[in-house]
């Protein structure tokens, strides 16, 4: 086998490498993200659900217009997504937090996503 045959091999070799290497990459940042949108997706179904609850009227088991009293049925909810607690509960907004299963933006720490619930509005923070 010719030199220059042998150094085309080789090339060829490293960019198989190279490429597979990229691709567990990108596999890794597209699990994380994943997680990242079902886990806020989750966190926008409680949030809905903490609205309807400042808006239901005590005699029917609401708020009454407050968030206190809201909870998700337990301290915390978990499911293949992560876990989901409220982290505050105050009259006049919640915080729902929720921790992932894959990792997050460190690469150490899991996916976790902050919604901050108010009468008329949701808004959602990546946190990692």
């Known amino acids: 086998m010719g030199s220059q045959q042998l150094l085309l091999l080789i090339v060829g070799v490293l960019m198989v490498g190279l490429m ?3 691709g567990i990459i990108m596999f890794g940042d ?5 997680n990242r949108d079902a886990v806020a997706s989750e966190l926008a179904t409680y949030a ?3 609205q309807v609850y400042y808006r239901k009227p005590r005699c029917l088991g ?10 998700l049925g337990a301290p915390s909810v978990s499911n293949l997504n992560g876990v ?8 006049s907004q919640a915080t729902i937090e929720g921790v992932g299963v894959e990792r997050g933006f460190d690469q150490v720490n899991p996916v976790k996503v902050a919604v901050d619930v108010r009468p008329d509005s ?3 923070t990546e946190l990692n």
């Open 122 to 124: 949701i808004f959602t």
């Open 62 to 71: 609401g708020g009454g217009g407050s968030f206190q009293g809201f909870s």
């Open 30 to 34: 597209n699990a994380s993200a994943s």
């Open 48 to 50: 809905s659900k903490a």
């Open 20 to 22: 597979i290497s990229v």
């Open 84 to 91: 989901f607690t409220i982290s505050s509960n105050t009259p």
